[in-house]
């Protein structure tokens, strides 16, 4: 318990102590015109009110990343809360802040954009189809993960009941392996994604998002409330290797865990809301604050599924012989500690976690080949000629096994994570600001997801090569990568801040925009 506390109680201070050095560090200034207003277009520049981008960024960011992941984690034990702890402040708030600056100080530019800025233009071609095909690995991720969780809570039979027996009939059947009532709900996911993709920012995502929230919200506060009354008994702390068949935490732990410690996807995320800030006021609260609370979501699962059931072998057990019924898991805990009522409000906590950040995913991938493109957003048949090749693609990946899409996901999630921390070192040295702040983590990124694709098994498509010389190699790539920096880095040219110009909101703005920072 008391590790618990200490836990969520160093996010909080991370967020007021390093995030307001990071902040002090970039001098924000309220004066200078966002692109929100500078490039407004009604789509996806939009001005919105802070609270509201916090909550988009935060729904955006918290798919099934810090729910499943640190389930997962925890199977190595309560060793996981340093990674979470240490990640989210040094490594995944500080990726996410930095990327969202980098954006608005760019003229609100995406991801592949701020790659080749920062990297060079070849790094930007690769990095746009790299990212292209992580959006579209998240949207397939965030379409199986939400649908296997309601048709745990709705299976076929009672899904059945309510439509009639032909409908019954019908939901029991398979096709390619996975139930016909399993295909519906992704279908019906897959048809709100459409709408999240194409319609204008502020028509759909940003009306529905604040009562998403509230389900999230009462998710994490009613587990946090078990934990801290003990009704949820936490095993004693210790860092131990629990894994029950003794996998390595490294490097497996830092890809297990990504999402609620640092994720590249999240890099993709702000930038969309950077288009939507009105003052550079908020840049903490939005991205260094977000990020944060995924954090805190990411404690409370881990300690929540490993005190559920006892322990790790508990854990282990429901997890099931292949250790991914995760699903499972997060029904159980939430139903049997909550009761029924709060149990389905906090499933479907769960639920929108991934939807809001599938739906999100594939408007990144719309944006990105827009922009790579140069292809105009302002017409409706624009966007759908952009965005349904992208569901096509999605759709085929569906029937590739969950377990195989996640471990890629998770992989390409922390390589995109380690490039764009090296961009914000760049961008840092440009302003002759500390760039080590970003290249300390970029470094550790770097030889954590080359050690990673270097001693993973071959039969999950790595290289399979003993640890301890994968991991050899892996510090030289990174110290490499790091060498090419400090060398490159005397001929980096200045890039001062554009010069501050009167944002301009409007006085009922202005008012409705006070949150505290």
């Known amino acids: ?48 009110s802070t609270w509201r981008v916090y909550l988009i960024q935060l729904l955006n960011i918290a798919g099934l990343g810090p729910v499943f992941g640190p389930i997962m984690g925890a199977l190595w034990g309560p060793q996981v809360f340093l990674w979470v702890v240490l990640g989210s402040i040094f490594g995944g708030a500080v990726h996410d802040f930095l ?48 649908a296997a969780l309601i048709v745990a809570l709705w299976p076929a039979d009672k899904a059945g009941t309510l439509l009639g027996p032909s409908a019954a009939r019908f939901l029991s059947g398979s096709v390619a392996g996975q139930s016909t009532w399993m295909w519906t709900v992704m279908g019906a996911i897959f048809l709100y994604y459409i709408a999240a993709t194409v319609l204008p920012i502020d028509k759909l995502i ?104 006892g322990g790790v072998d508990g854990l282990a057990k429901a997890l099931g ?25 906090a499933v479907l906590g769960v639920v929108v976690l991934p939807i809001t950040s599938g739906d999100t995913a594939f408007r990144v991938g719309r944006l990105i080949v ?58 840092l040295a440009r302003r002759g600001a500390w760039w080590w702040l970003a290249a300390i983590p970029a470094v550790f990124m770097t030889v954590m997801t080359a050690t990673y694709i270097l001693v993973e098994s071959r039969a999950n498509g790595a290289l399979g090569l003993d640890r301890t010389v994968g991991t050899v190699i892996g510090i030289l790539v990174g110290l490499a990568a790091l060498g090419v920096f400090v060398w490159k880095r005397r001929s980096f040219v200045p890039e001062p801040d554009a010069p501050a110009v009167q944002a301009r909101p409007t006085a009922a703005e202005r008012a409705s925009d006070q949150i505290a920072c």
Not at 20 to 46: H, K, N
Not at 327 to 339: A, I, K, L, P, R
């Open 321 to 345: 012989p292949n250790l991914g019924n995760t699903s499972v898991v997060v029904h159980t805990v939430c139903t049997e500690q909550m009761g029924t009522i709060g149990g389905v409000l």
């Open 99 to 146: 990327s969202g600056v980098m954006s608005i100080r760019n003229n609100g530019a995406g991801l592949p954009d701020l790659i080749g800025h920062y990297l060079g233009r070849t790094t930007r071609h690769v990095a746009t189809a790299f990212i292209l095909f992580l959006m579209v690995l998240v949207g397939t991720v965030f379409v199986k993960g939400p």
């Open 206 to 309: 940003g009306r529905v998002y604040p009562l998403f929230a509230a389900a999230l919200l009462v998710m994490v506060a009613g587990l946090a409330l078990r934990i801290l009354t003990g009704h949820i008994q936490l095993p004693p702390f210790t860092l131990a290797n629990l894994h029950p068949k003794l996998a390595p935490a490294w490097p497996i732990i830092f890809i297990t865990v990504s999402c609620g410690a640092i994720s590249g996807f999240h890099a993709t995320q702000s930038p969309m809301m950077a288009r939507c800030l009105k003052s550079e006021r908020h840049l903490r609260v939005v991205f260094y604050g977000a990020m944060i609370a995924e954090g805190v979501i990411a404690v409370i699962w881990s300690a929540a599924a490993s005190g559920h059931y």
């Open 370 to 427: 827009a922009d790579y493109l140069k292809v105009s957003q302002a017409r409706v048949l624009n966007r759908y000629l952009i965005a349904l090749p992208l569901f096509a693609l999605s759709a085929l990946i569906n029937f590739v096994p969950f377990g195989i899409v996640w471990r890629y996901f998770g992989w390409a999630n922390q390589t995109l994570a380690a490039v764009t921390l090296w961009a914000a070192a760049v961008f």
């Open 1 to 48: 318990m008391i590790v618990f506390v200490l836990a969520l109680g160093a996010l909080v201070a991370g967020y007021f102590l390093y995030g307001g050095f990071l902040t002090r560090l970039v001098r924000p200034d309220p004066d200078r015109l966002t692109p929100a207003y500078a490039q407004g277009d009604g789509v996806d520049f939009v001005p919105m």
